[in-house]
């Protein structure tokens, strides 16, 4: 291979987008998830629920920040929405956050066709991510100290 082939297979390499590898990766993802979302509701909470109680918990009393997630992942799956989002909104926010992505990459891509321009930037929806973790920590904290 002479070198400006290479160098032109490298220029398109870099050319990858982000947001691009996100989308292929979400496609791979979805159909496994939704997989083990019902297997988890169905026989794996039962089996398998005291293995994903959370360490921090049990050495200091104090939840983490992601303590809830199973349970609320657990009940998502079972259609109680209300409940999931009280044991902790983070998991429903994942779940929007990523369908929110994937229809404006598939809206950007295959209806506007539009692939040159703006990318959707990934970095945001970790932000908001963070914000809700902290903000439903720090009302489990509030809950334990000012009302127990």
């Given at each position: 291979?002479?070198?400006?082939?290479?160098?032109?297979?490298?220029?398109?390499?870099?050319?990858?987008?982000?947001?691009?590898?996100?989308?292929?990766?979400?496609?791979?993802?979805?159909?496994?998830?939704?997989?083990l979302?019902?297997?988890?509701?169905?026989?794996?909470?039962?089996?398998y629920?005291?293995?994903?109680?959370?360490?921090?918990?049990k050495?200091?009393?104090?939840?983490?920040?992601?303590?809830?997630?199973?349970?609320?992942?657990?009940?998502?799956?079972?259609?109680?929405?209300?409940?999931?989002?009280?044991?902790?909104?983070?998991?429903i926010f994942?779940?929007?956050?990523?369908?929110?992505?994937?229809?404006?990459?598939?809206?950007?891509?295959?209806?506007?066709?539009?692939?040159?321009?703006?990318?959707?930037?990934?970095?945001?929806?970790?932000?908001?991510?963070?914000?809700?973790?902290?903000v439903?920590w720090?009302?489990?904290?509030?809950?334990?100290f000012?009302?127990?």
């Amino acid at each position: 291979m002479n070198f400006q082939v290479y160098f032109i297979k490298m220029t398109e390499l870099r050319k990858l987008r982000v947001d691009e590898v996100f989308y292929q990766i979400g496609k791979i993802v979805w159909l496994p998830f939704c997989i083990l979302g019902v297997w988890f509701t169905n026989i794996g909470y039962e089996r398998y629920g005291e293995f994903t109680a959370c360490a921090i918990r049990k050495m200091c009393g104090l939840p983490c920040p992601g303590c809830g997630g199973t349970r609320a992942f657990y009940y998502l799956f079972q259609g109680d929405f209300i409940r999931s989002l009280q044991l902790n909104p983070t998991v429903i926010f994942g779940i929007l956050a990523y369908l929110h992505f994937m229809l404006l990459y598939f809206y950007r891509r295959h209806i506007r066709k539009t692939i040159v321009g703006r990318e959707i930037h990934i970095q945001y929806y970790m932000y908001v991510a963070i914000v809700v973790i902290l903000v439903q920590w720090m009302i489990k904290m509030i809950r334990i100290f000012c009302f127990a």
